[in-house]
């Protein structure tokens, strides 16, 4: 996790919390398009092990990409809380 000190010479905390906002907003619209190409077992005739496959890589993206949404929440918390 990333963990900016806030310090006069430094960012504002605005500066830097608002960013992460935007980025955290970025990847739920990611998570939500790629929600809609969760692979189906329809699209994979006669292929069974190989839609297994895939769709256990899609998840694990979502998964990733799930992990970085929720870090980066964390880190403008972090910052949130160094504001006296």
Not at 4 to 24: E, K, V
Not at 27 to 33: G, R, S, Y
Not at 54 to 67: F, K, P, V
């Amino acid at each position: 996790m990333i963990r900016p000190t806030l310090n006069l010479n430094g960012s504002s905390a605005d500066d830097l919390i608002q960013p992460r906002l935007a980025a955290y907003d970025a990847l739920q619209a990611a998570i939500k398009a790629l929600q809609q190409v969760t692979p189906n077992g329809r699209d994979y005739p006669g292929d069974n092990d190989q839609c297994v496959a895939d769709r256990q890589a899609h998840y694990d993206r979502l998964a990733a990409i799930t992990a970085i949404a929720t870090e980066i929440v964390a880190e403008a918390v972090l910052i949130k809380e160094q504001i006296k």
